[in-house]
């Protein structure tokens, strides 16, 4: 059991190129050129930017837009998740599919993590992680193109926390959407449905308490086993992330899930610092919390919508799981995202 409610924290946790190919061929092809495990819609245009956070570090994030917005003032969203995971994965293919339906989006690195900044590397902060979103907004309402009184974010997985965090404090944040929500201070201080004792909590903290002092002694961070050849789980959970993180469907070889690990101390500031304290405070901006009907996950959302104030909603995707809302498009209820924006972006 304990070596099942590791792997679950561990997980929890350019332009297009036209290539005349079949579709399956083609999508390989783009993998390879590009490192996105999605195909770049032929309505929206892709740009690399970078942008500082209130810390000093700097992002990396790809800007989507439509085609021919360059003149038009649009509501625009930011995007990360999930946690532990890079802009090329699923927060990209959100971004893709939001910039077309007529958004400009920003899927970003959050700190530590991808080609963003900060050391050391693949390490979580309940304070910055949050932070990385208002920087995006920051980023956001600085372009010409788009109106910066309508702006939300999106945080999928990991990141549905973050969102909900920034949310709170953030005033400019005129709407936030999740799906596939985990809490990651919950999860990390009171383990998987919150079964985690105050003795196994407290071992935990012990342990890495005595680790900084290692580190500070080798002068560098130690880091988990790399996870980038474990073998397929037996696991149920463990496995639905091991379909998408370590196979082509949604490898990348800068995701901390795919191909490498989380730092020792990682855990050390989430048993401190809950996320969603304030997640009232969001009112009277709305909140939309999407769930997988079968998400492994879903108390979560459910949780966090029960703890929040109106208006929210809780949409429940039927016959979903918690990883089909990484990329499934017959699974991620965009037309849902959009209405929810568009109303609440005026």
């Not at 892709?46 to 992002?59: A, E, P, S």
């Not at 580190?215 to 789980?233: C, I, L």
């Not at 769930?291 to 429940?316: C, Q, R, T």
Request: aromatic share 12%.
């Amino acid at each position: 059991m304990k070596k099942i409610i590791y792997t679950l924290v561990i997980f929890v946790s350019t332009f297009g190129q036209a290539i005349s190919q079949s579709k399956n061929s083609q999508k390989s092809q783009l993998q390879k050129l590009n490192n996105y495990t999605f195909e770049l819609s032929e309505k929206v245009i892709r740009q690399k930017v970078t942008f500082k956070n209130r810390y000093g570090i700097i992002l990396s994030g790809d800007l989507y837009a439509p085609k021919n917005s360059e003149n038009k003032k649009l509501s625009a969203l930011a995007v990360s998740g999930p946690f532990g995971a890079v802009k090329e994965q699923s927060s990209g293919l959100y971004a893709n599919q939001m910039a077309e339906r007529g958004f400009i989006v920003i899927a970003f690195d959050p700190s530590f993590t991808g080609e963003s900044g900060g050391e050391t590397r693949n390490i979580g902060s309940p304070d910055i992680n949050t932070e990385d979103f208002s920087a995006a907004v920051d980023f956001l309402g600085l372009q010409k193109n788009v109106d910066r009184n309508k702006i939300g974010i999106i945080g999928i997985c990991g990141f549905g926390g973050f969102s909900l965090s920034a949310a709170a404090v953030d005033k400019r944040i005129k709407a936030v959407a999740t799906t596939s929500m985990y809490d990651m201070s919950r999860v990390m201080a009171k383990g998987w449905e919150d079964k985690a004792t105050l003795e196994e909590k407290t071992k935990n903290l012990e342990r890495m308490s005595i680790q900084r002092w290692k580190d500070a002694e080798e002068g560098e961070t130690s880091y988990r086993p790399s996870t980038r050849n474990e073998p397929e789980p037996t696991n149920p959970i463990a496995n639905e992330y091991w379909q998408y993180y370590k196979t082509p469907r949604g490898f990348h070889e800068r995701a901390i899930n795919s191909n490498g690990s989380w730092a020792n101390t990682s855990s050390f500031p989430f048993m401190n610092f809950p996320l969603l304290t304030n997640i009232k405070e969001i009112t009277p901006r709305p909140i939309l919390i999407i769930v997988g009907e079968n998400a492994f996950s879903k108390y979560f959302g459910e949780d966090a919508y029960n703890a929040a104030n109106e208006p929210k909603e809780l949409f429940k995707v039927k016959n979903a799981g918690h990883v089909d809302l990484y990329d499934k498009l017959d699974k991620i209820p965009f037309e849902k995202l959009v209405a929810f924006f568009n109303e609440n972006l005026k």
